[in-house]
């Protein structure tokens, strides 16, 4: 997998684009409402968001919620979360409510999107993102992470996770844009497109599931 730095150009890497059909079934889960969501703020700086801004009781209460209505997961099932402490809780109370035999792995490819200059701005910043997105999945103004950089480190965590491990369930717990963008990975289009697919609601789990063939 590709690192790149915020505000670095990213070319269109998506490591799934090759794969017609995957060894293990692959869940979307995002963070439940956190303190950051509450006060209305971006918050993406890993200094920031790896120690604080965690998640309020109502995200609590939705991480519960949700894992207790996750009966089609079994106790093998491996989560997979971002080491941001909003992620982290949510992950830890689903592990914890299905009783599941393996530790909460965490990885750096799963933290939210580095939003650059707008990060401890208020969130109305975000739909200025979305905007330069749909026009230019590599736009990366304001040291703004791009939406393929996203893509880029996302899809190549599922990648190594296929060659780790097989028939197994597995969880990735993150943020909401991270979550969107991976969706197109296995939708196999453009990151520029990732705020068309459904979004996901806070502590909400949805399978992934890869589009069959190479994209036209």
């Given at each position: 997998?590709?690192?790149?730095g915020p505000g670095?150009?990213?070319?269109?890497?998506?490591?799934?684009?090759?794969?017609?059909?995957?060894q293990n079934q692959?869940?979307?889960?995002?963070?439940?409402?956190?303190?950051?969501?509450?006060?209305?703020?971006?918050?993406?700086?890993?200094?920031?968001?790896?120690?604080?801004?965690?998640?309020?009781?109502?995200?609590?209460?939705?991480?519960?919620?949700?894992?207790?209505?996750?009966?089609?997961?079994?106790?093998?099932?491996?989560?997979?979360?971002?080491?941001?402490?909003?992620?982290?809780?949510?992950?830890?109370?689903?592990?914890?409510?299905?009783?599941?035999?393996?530790?909460?792995?965490?990885?750096?490819?799963?933290?939210?999107?580095?939003?650059?200059?707008?990060?401890?701005?208020?969130?109305?910043?975000?739909?200025?993102?979305?905007?330069?997105?749909?026009?230019?999945?590599?736009?990366?103004?304001?040291?703004?992470?791009?939406?393929?950089?996203?893509?880029?480190?996302?899809?190549?965590?599922?990648?190594?996770?296929?060659?780790?491990?097989?028939?197994?369930?597995?969880?990735?717990?993150?943020?909401?844009?991270?979550?969107?963008?991976?969706?197109?990975?296995?939708?196999?289009?453009?990151?520029?497109?990732?705020?068309?697919?459904?979004?996901?609601?806070?502590?909400?789990?949805?399978?992934?599931?890869?589009?069959?063939?190479?994209?036209?």
């Open positions: 997998m590709t690192t790149f670095h150009f990213c070319p269109i890497v998506n490591y799934l684009l090759d794969l017609s059909d995957l692959y869940f979307a889960m995002r963070h439940g409402k956190s303190e950051a969501n509450a006060a209305g703020l971006v918050i993406s700086d890993p200094a920031i968001g790896t120690s604080a801004y965690g998640l309020t009781p109502e995200g609590q209460d939705q991480a519960a919620t949700s894992a207790a209505a996750a009966v089609h997961l079994n106790t093998d099932t491996l989560i997979v979360s971002s080491d941001f402490l909003r992620a982290r809780q949510t992950a830890e109370i689903m592990h914890r409510q299905l009783q599941l035999k393996h530790p909460v792995r965490l990885s750096v490819a799963l933290r939210e999107r580095y939003f650059g200059d707008y990060d401890q701005k208020p969130d109305q910043h975000y739909q200025e993102i979305w905007e330069q997105d749909r026009l230019d999945a590599n736009w990366s103004g304001h040291n703004v992470e791009s939406a393929y950089a996203v893509m880029d480190r996302s899809s190549g965590l599922v990648l190594a996770l296929e060659r780790e491990f097989q028939g197994r369930q597995i969880v990735l717990t993150a943020h909401g844009d991270v979550l969107q963008i991976l969706q197109a990975a296995f939708q196999k289009v453009s990151a520029s497109a990732h705020r068309s697919l459904p979004h996901l609601s806070t502590a909400e789990i949805r399978e992934l599931q890869l589009q069959a063939g190479k994209p036209m």
